[in-house]
């Protein structure tokens, strides 16, 4: 027997995680029927990256086809206030929160004193973790530092890495589709540029960029360019750091990560310039397992063209492939 008829929770349930699942199996081990709030996109709107959260239907559909998958007995509505079905005529018997929402909670049984009613009792779920300690949320995803099961993307180069040979052939092919003339798509979003002719072109089409990440060198070579020195003694923002060929370094991960962590929804009006003393071909790899989602980079191919990649969790996934075993 379940302690309760029917318990009442809400969440926004944005790109549905383990965290989510552990949140709703916990209802579920409370009562008979549980009755599940999605936010509407209005409730959103204060969330970080707001523009990436999932539509309305694929987050409702997450949540039932979960709940059903469990064989959890529930209901689930479009969540437009604090309240949902708590109030007068409530149809549940307590509420279920999280360590984040207990206010959510409060509120309630505030609002539920005001109208002469009992309280309802809180029922508290604690919120996972991953192997940093950080919370699993879809705000972290959304920022691109994890995946749906807390999978921290920066861990296997949080401290440099060379790469081994199977790692570097994981990545000898393009790993996107190779544009060439045609300017590159939806650069309202941040771009990342890395390569210098890569660079150079974007400047030279003047094709808005957020970061441009260069060495001085093409095809291992060295490549003279006057656009590109010009850019190094004429931009605001230009930093240089050592990457060795066939690394990534803690320092250039860690650049790479505190330039992604200040990306917000739009292209910057001026880009940053990263100049490499070393190579730059693996900042590529730094640059999309740390990137958010939906911003994009580029890179170029020897003797193909450019590379144009859209972070999503799937290109994610695949860049992360190499150093998951």
């Not at 479009?78 to 207990?102: C, F, H, I, W």
């Amino acid at each position: 027997m379940k302690k309760y008829r029917a318990v009442g929770m809400g969440g926004t349930f944005d790109h549905f995680h383990i965290g989510h699942r552990h949140f709703l199996e916990f209802a579920g081990s409370l009562a008979d029927n549980i009755i599940v709030g999605i936010t509407t996109p209005k409730l959103s709107e204060h969330k970080v990256a707001v523009e990436l959260i999932e539509p309305f239907d694929i987050r409702k559909k997450s949540v039932e086809d979960f709940l059903t998958s469990k064989q959890i007995p529930f209901e689930t509505f479009m969540l437009t206030d604090t309240y949902g079905p708590t109030l007068r005529n409530s149809k549940v018997d307590a509420v279920v929160v999280t360590e984040q929402t207990v206010s959510g909670g409060t509120t309630i049984n505030a609002k539920r004193e005001e109208l002469g009613l009992p309280e309802l009792p809180v029922h508290v779920c604690s919120l996972l973790r991953d192997v940093s300690g950080d919370l699993i949320s879809s705000t972290r995803i959304r920022r691109g530092k994890i995946n749906r099961e807390g999978v921290v993307y920066a861990v296997p180069i949080r401290n440099g890495l060379k790469l081994s040979m199977t790692q570097s052939s994981h990545f000898v092919n393009a790993q996107g589709p190779v544009i060439l003339s045609q300017k590159p798509a939806q650069l309202t979003m941040p771009a990342i540029i890395v390569g210098d002719v890569v660079a150079e072109t974007f400047i030279n089409n003047t094709w808005p960029a957020s970061l441009l990440v260069f060495d001085q060198r093409s095809s291992r070579q060295p490549y003279s360019s006057e656009v590109l020195q010009k850019l190094v003694t004429t931009s605001p923002s230009v930093s240089t750091i050592k990457n060795p060929a066939g690394q990534i370094t803690k320092e250039a991960v860690n650049w790479i990560e505190k330039f992604c962590d200040s990306l917000t929804g739009q292209q910057s009006s001026s880009p940053s310039v990263l100049l490499i003393e070393g190579e730059e071909d693996l900042i590529t790899v730094a640059a999309v397992l740390l990137a958010p989602l939906g911003i994009r980079v580029y890179y170029g191919q020897p003797h193909e063209g450019i590379v144009e990649l859209n972070i999503t969790e799937e290109v994610k996934e695949h860049f992360y492939i190499p150093f998951s075993s």
